[in-house]
């Protein structure tokens, strides 16, 4: 992209930016008259204002051009505008908060109020019936409210900056994710396909107030501005901080010896014993003589 800056007649070549294109800029917002700091997206210059916020990050706001992400003057100055180019810009209260419209300022009693009323002074903010006001006078048991925006009827001063166009989809969604995230955008990613879009959401946002709102917006953003993106899927990350405790390996087996047997093997039947003659000598008894046979036992 060819930056093209000022010469001694004003704006050389200027470009204009066309409708949705996205791009970062830095501005301070002031009223005219007074001086009074608006919003600045610069910390020092919120410091110089004495509007500086601790709790904020300071950083280029992403600007969708004619997009309405704007005052509607201001948008319609920015077109006008190139990467690169510084402008100071009015805006007639018309063109910023409108006039002032007296039919806006009402007189209430005190006791609408309740407990607080005695609390309460000149210039402090009320809400009365889901309706933002201004108190303007307390007297005779009533406040007057002021319901017109509190710079209605002004002129507001701009020093506007584009910095940089949003040209890659990567960048683009990385960027509608911070918008729509807040200062925690960082803490989310994604992963962009061809057609697709995965959206990982870390577990410590998962209460995170208005998410479900917060992840609509986002949808919304990328189907507008990347419009490749054809279905958009958020992904509730779960993360196991506790790491996984290795057992130590028990040491290898030694391979079992063979169980012994535990009856004996049945043995072979023994033989029985084979009788032996022994002779008188060996036994030491006598051998038995035979009697004679009688005449009669012959016959």
């Known amino acids: 992209m060819k930056a093209y800056k000022p010469n001694k ?7 204009t930016l066309e409708k949705d294109t996205l791009i970062f800029a830095n501005y301070t917002a002031k009223v005219k008259d ?23 990050k300071y950083t280029p706001r992403l600007v969708a051009v004619g997009g309405g992400w704007l005052l509607s003057g201001l948008d319609d100055e920015v077109k006008k505008m190139d990467v690169g180019q510084k402008k100071v810009i009015e805006l007639t209260p018309e063109k910023a908060f409108g006039a002032r419209n007296p039919t806006q300022t009402r007189m209430i009693p005190l006791r609408k109020f309740g407990d607080k009323a005695h609390e309460m002074e000149v210039g402090d903010s009320v809400e009365i019936d889901n309706r933002m006001g201004i108190v303007r006078f307390i007297g005779s048991g009533r406040a007057q409210v002021d319901f017109n925006h509190r710079l209605a009827g002004k002129s507001i001063i701009y020093d506007f900056e584009v910095l940089k166009r949003v040209e890659t989809d990567n960048d683009k969604v990385r960027a ?13 990613g994604f992963k962009l396909g061809e057609k697709e879009l995965e959206v990982s959401v870390p ?72 009788a032996v003659s022994k002779t008188p000598a060996e036994t030491g008894t006598k051998p038995k003589r035979k009697k004679a046979a009688t005449p009669a036992q012959t016959a």
């Not at 509608?176 to 989310?188: Q, W």
């Open 9 to 15: 007649s004003g704006w050389s070549n200027p470009m």
């Open 34 to 56: 007074t001086g009074e700091g608006i919003e600045t997206t610069l910390e020092e210059e919120a410091k110089k204002l004495n509007i500086h916020d601790a709790t904020r």
């Open 176 to 188: 509608l994710i911070d918008r729509r995230f807040g200062g925690e955008g960082a803490k989310v």
């Open 203 to 274: 577990e410590d946002m998962f209460l995170l107030e208005g998410l479900q709102i917060i992840k609509r917006g986002v949808s919304s953003d990328v189907f507008k501005f990347v419009p490749k993106v054809t279905e958009l899927t958020f992904v509730e990350k779960f993360v196991n901080e506790k790491p996984i405790e290795k057992k130590p390996e028990a040491p290898a087996a030694e391979p079992k010896k063979p169980a012994e047997p535990t009856t004996k093997p049945s043995r072979a039947k023994e033989e029985a014993p084979k």
